[in-house]
């Protein structure tokens, strides 16, 4: 990721870069001075930061608090971002009416001609900022927003270890805001090639959406409901993309994923109702 952000063409000089760690041993410091001086670093000032909180919006939280931008852009540890990413976002906001930019996010696969049946699951599922953008919200694995936005609307909720970027983006533009999409602007992210990252991701998943809905004071069966809602949504979102992609696996093969990931996720449910701690990997 280090090397993707040293190759941008936006001027390094008009860039610094905060890398957020949040792990329980603050190592992080060290090990980055340590490779960008075997690499003879010449991209922007790094920052490297330790956030104590457990969960990534936590540690985003600590770089907004810290950063001195006026736009501040975010990606994740698993992203590279393409080498003109930030010369293409930050263009964006010329318009002074643009405050919130969501670039697109390309799926990565280990072997493109030969897809593993996860991957392609993983691909036809998440990270589609397009439709997000649509639906009021963004990923921050390629976001970017005008800092008067977090002092208006606040910070990313950090009680939750995920979906807080689709509550914040969701909060801003019932606010009033828009989030302009610009798919220049792009970050490609690996695929998930494992059925045991999908089953962490669904158990992280149920986790944010649990602690959302307890702390709206929502009941066990309404959270449950809420469940089959998005269940049902989630396989129509499955059908769609599979018929407009046409990939190499049957569709029964990729519902019968679909199927064991919600069965999971309705296992957490009810586990995290009888006190169970949320997934945070």
Known sequence: MLASIESQTFPAALTEVLLVDNHEAPEVEQVID??????????????????PKPGSYAARNIGIR???????????????????????????????DVSIVAGAIVHKFNNPQQPGLFEVY????????EWYVAHGFAATANLMV?????????????????????????RVTAGGEV??????????????????????????????????????????RHILRAEVDFAR???????QRYQATLPR???????????LL???????????????????R
């Open 34 to 51: 340590r490779l960008l001086l075997e690499k003879d670093w010449r991209g922007p000032q790094v920052h490297v930061l330790h956030a």
């Open 66 to 96: 810290n950063a001195r931008g006026k736009i501040l852009a975010f990606t994740d540890v698993d992203c590279r971002p393409d080498h003109r990413w930030l010369e293409h976002g930050l263009h964006q906001f010329r318009n002074p």
């Open 122 to 129: 993983d691909s036809l599922m998440h990270l589609h900022q």
């Open 146 to 170: 005008r800092r008067p936005v977090f002092e208006a609307f606040g910070e990313f909720d950090e009680h939750s270890f995920s979906g807080s970027d689709a509550e914040w983006g969701k």
């Open 179 to 220: 989030i302009l999409y610009c798919g220049r602007a792009a970050v490609s992210h690996e695929t998930r090639h494992r059925l045991a990252t999908l089953v962490t991701r669904s158990r992280r998943g149920v986790g944010g959406a649990y602690i959302s809905g307890r702390r709206a004071e929502k009941d066990f």
């Open 233 to 239: 949504l989630r396989f129509n979102l499955l059908r």
């Open 249 to 259: 696996y049957p569709f029964p093969t990729l519902a019968a994923v679909w199927a």
């Open 262 to 280: 919600h069965l999971v996720r309705v296992s957490e449910i009810a586990a995290l109702s009888l006190g169970a701690q949320p997934e945070r």
